[in-house]
């Protein structure tokens, strides 16, 4: 993982680049290096996991062709095999796989990668960019003064540079011979309502997450206690017991009352991880957040209230020579597991709001997991965004999906790890009702967020809101707060309209919060829990699809 920059144009300077992708150091910290070539520069911040030694980027192959990527390429290795006798390869890095590749393929390469990415290459007057299907890795683009086009992983690098900034795509490469060009088109992206069965959906899983255990450093899970990171970490867990070795999983939360940590817990022990529990107060996350928004790079309330905990669990994470992690994001985007989708009027609008959400995930819960964790140095992989794995649950007939009958929410997941002879999690984190990261934090760090903007911002200030701020008006003194920050380091009006605010379809309140839905019962495992999960179990087994 990383953070790229390049140049297509013969205007910028070497120590131009250089400096710009320097603001993305926390991306790569460990080395940097800059490529100027006769069409364009080529920059790179290395966070190194891979090959240590001789991954260094930008990389060059032995026909002239020069490359930047940040991602992961999980089939690097088969393809080295297929590509070993009439390609000289002069690193292990996944990353060089894209080189021959390219020779042989041309753009069309993008299918054979299984992973994430968003590259730049430059072969010649030739030049081929993309971004891997979902948008897992970041990146953008801009026109500059002189028409050169400017890429980056991150807007920080950009705004000083162009006049006009824009987010390339996911799912789509670029070529200056061709332009734009969506690449990824699965059937489920259309209005077609799915009709498939769960059969693929255990194992399909079960190797999305062992293929990204990938690493040549210290590799963790962060474990919320919720739904999504307890099946992760339950899985990590498994393999490296096979391999002889005990994973760390990290949570974190605020002292004393938070629902993750508690979960958490039980979760660890059940699956016998190396546990580690970052508590912290609200004044902590309060502190951070000018810090956190300029390298989040969203004014987002659900982003920025979820955000700051995962940041704040990050920077320890590091400290503690962990430099991978897996985590669950995805999972409620895929299977309609936010609780505003118990509104949804049936179950083909059910489907396309699946869609919808993942569509946009690459400005949501998939942005703020690489922010929060790449802003600390360290890389977040997400298993439920697997291609394989998304085209088996994708392929479902939303009646697996829906909340009728009582079912809870993504019942179909929790029934596919279910196994009572060779259980994953425990019963009552199984069947646990889903939490926003920011609520199972500790419900009152959501509280303690709105009563700090009231204070900061006036009623006269927040008066002028529509005035100040037409694009993506602030609704609340918390939004209104959050926005005058992010305008502090991005104040081009492109900028501000890259940001999407998350709101539930089906959910009449201005907050976004879990916990705003007349489906969330904040009570829901205060008193026999034990006994409520086995009667959980038990009512949902007896439901039928």
Known sequence: MCGILAVIGTKATAAEAQKQVSLMDHRGPDEWDVKA????????QRLSINDLHTGKQPIESKNGAWLIHNGEIYNHQSIRIDYSERYRFSSSSDSEVILPLYYEMGADLVHKLDGVFAFVLIDGEKVLVARDAIGVKPLYYGVDEHEQLWFASEIKSLIDKVTVIKEFPPGYYYTNEEGFVQWFKPEWLSEAIPTGLPDELKDSFVKAVEKRLMSDVPLGVLLSGGLDSSLVASIVAR??????????????GLSGESPDLVKAKKVAEFIGTDHHEIVFTPDQGIELLKELIYKLESYDVTTIRAS????????????????????????DEIFGGYLYFKNAPSKEEFHHECVRRIKRLNSADVLRADRSTMGAGIEARVPFLDL??????????PAYKVMDGGRIEKYILRQAFADPNNPYLPDEVLWRQKEQFSDGVGYSWVDTLKDHAEAQVSDHEFSKAAEMYPFNTPNTKEAFFYRSIYEEFYDKAEASKLVKKWIPKWQDDKDPSGRASTHHDQTYYEDGEEEFARSLVEECAMVAV
């Not at 394989?388 to 007939?397: C, G, H, I, R, S």
């Open 37 to 44: 070539l006769p069409s364009g520069i080529l920059a790179h």
């Open 239 to 252: 393999e490296m017991k096979l391999k002889g070795k005990t994973v760390s999983s990290f949570s974190v």
């Open 308 to 331: 700051t905990p995962m940041y704040i669990m990050s920077k320890y994470i590091r400290k503690q020579g962990v430099k991978v992690v897996l985590s669950g994001e995805g999972a």
């Open 388 to 397: 394989d794995f998304l085209k088996a649950a994708m392929k479902l007939n």
